[in-house]
């Protein structure tokens, strides 16, 4: 499998097993690593896949090593009928890392793969140096939720012409008309990852549909749990929010940073989509905590 220019990275395609499941992540290194070097493990959002953050990856100078999985049911990795809580997510990824030995780790995690950091974040508070978390929170209001599955892979958007595409050309007018203002770099990423070749020699979305049945009243169920994780992250949390995000709201945004131990926030010029839409922005910001948070923090 060969990927976009990354400049001085190489990125490995890789699998593990994690109970029935073959789960997909790309490995990306850092051609000539410092000493002992840095691993940040990158969880991306709903309907989107571990190469998303490849041009992310490209602009980061503060680690070494990106671990960037396709969570269950996305990209490359298996789908099921066992769930997508965010649970069975965090257990995915729990394995994941015990598979790879990581004994330190920077963790950001993009709206879905926020939750899951929340979550993950409680369950492997010793091995954190720092945590990111993209705009969202625990809860999420009706109208964000309305709007979220707006964007979400499912039968909803047949009507718009995402059944199935005859070419890469026919694929790249619908992404440029959904995706409004994503760089090139991400909607050509989008196209080439995201999605493939069925029976029917049509291009359609690698993503199990009933991952978006999280936006409903079955996300409801592990609220308390978000919360209590994110009390529970012993290291610099950076909570990131777009001035014009439609899930994170300034009040949720209060309410999270008077929960966190050692809260840092930084409200975006840009969307819900930053790391899609103001990729050198997104970049530098994660870039920026992660030098300035160096050393890994009080996990008692």
């Known amino acids: 499998m060969t990927y976009p220019n990354t400049g001085t990275w ?10 029935d499941l073959e789960l997909h992540y790309l490995d990306a290194r850092r051609e000539g690593p410092r000493s002992p070097g840095r691993t940040m493990l990158a969880i991306h959002g709903l309907g989107a896949h571990g190469d998303s953050w490849l041009p992310t990856v ?53 709206s879905l793969g926020a939750r899951v950091a929340m979550i993950l974040g409680a369950r492997v508070p010793s091995l954190l140096t720092s945590v990111i978390i993209v705009d969202t929170g625990p809860e999420v209001s009706r109208e964000g939720a309305r709007r ?6 499912g039968p909803q958007e047949a009507t718009a012409k995402s ?62 749990d978000m919360w209590a994780g ?11 929010r777009g001035k014009e995000s439609f899930l994170l709201d300034e009040d949720l945004s209060r309410r999270i940073l008077g929960v966190l131990r050692h809260p840092h926030y930084e409200e975006v010029e840009a969307d819900h989509f930053m790391m899609h839409t103001s990729i050198d922005l997104f970049s530098t ?16």
Not at 14 to 19: A, D, E, L, M, N
Not at 82 to 108: E, F, P, T
Not at 148 to 153: D, G, I, L, S, T
């Open 163 to 224: 059944d199935g595409f005859r070419d890469r050309d026919e694929l790249m007018a619908f992404l440029k008309a959904k995706w409004v203002g994503f760089e090139p770099e991400a909607l050509g990423i989008r196209a080439d990852r995201l999605y493939r070749r069925n029976w029917a020699d049509l291009l359609v979305h690698r993503v199990d549909p009933e991952t978006s049945w999280y936006l409903g009243r079955a996300g409801l169920k592990e609220v308390d």
């Open 10 to 19: 190489t990125v490995e395609s890789c699998t593990y097993v994690s109970g």
């Open 285 to 300: 910001l994660v870039d920026s905590f992660l030098r300035e948070n160096a050393l890994v923090g009080d996990a008692s």
């Open 148 to 153: 979220a599955k707006e964007f979400a892979p």
């Open 58 to 110: 490209n602009r980061l100078s503060a680690v070494d090593r990106v671990i960037a999985p396709d969570l269950r049911g996305h990209g490359l990795s298996s789908w099921t009928r066992d769930g997508y809580w965010l649970r069975n997510y965090a257990d995915d990824l729990v394995k994941l890392i015990d598979k790879l030995g990581l004994q330190q780790l920077d963790m950001v995690g993009m």
């Open 230 to 240: 994110l009390a529970a992250i012993p290291v610099a949390t950076l909570l990131l």
